[in-house]
């Protein structure tokens, strides 16, 4: 070993963009409207990629919370937990490794507009 990589930083373990693609294809599978992918690791933020969607209905969100959290489990035996409720229009799940799924109804999209607010993200994927 020279003395060159010696003292080369170690790379960093990169998050888990597959989990995030994987998500996006879940709720595309569960017909949820105008998902999103945001890359945020050159934000620093508290998250690396946020996988956005909007949901029809209140039943419809229980449905997409219940499959994010098995497909989750059966990913990495972790739980991802979910924070907000169908009823409040907004559901948060951490599934771990750097990726948050949020869950809106057509108005809690409109009315907290986390694109507007992490405008500065890079969008990897939208299906409309």
């Known amino acids: 070993m020279t003395s060159?990589?010696?003292s080369a930083p170690r790379p960093l373990s990169r998050p888990d963009i597959e989990l995030a693609h994987a998500i996006v294809d879940l709720l595309a599978d569960r017909q949820v409207d105008d998902i999103v992918l945001l890359d945020l690791t050159p934000l620093g933020a508290f998250a690396d990629y946020?996988?956005?969607g909007t949901v029809g209905n209140i039943r419809q969100?229980?449905?997409v919370v219940d499959a994010v959290q098995e497909a989750v489990h059966r990913r990495s035996d972790q739980r991802a937990r979910p924070e907000g409720t169908p009823e409040s229009g907004w559901v948060l799940l951490d599934a771990g490794n750097g990726v948050v799924v949020h869950l809106f109804s057509p108005e809690g999209r409109t009315?907290?507009?986390l694109e507007g607010l992490w405008s500065r993200a890079q969008e990897v994927v939208r299906v409309q």
């Open 61 to 63: 969100a229980r449905a």
């Open 111 to 113: 009315r907290y507009d």
């Open 50 to 52: 946020f996988v956005i």
């Open 4 to 6: 060159d990589q010696s």
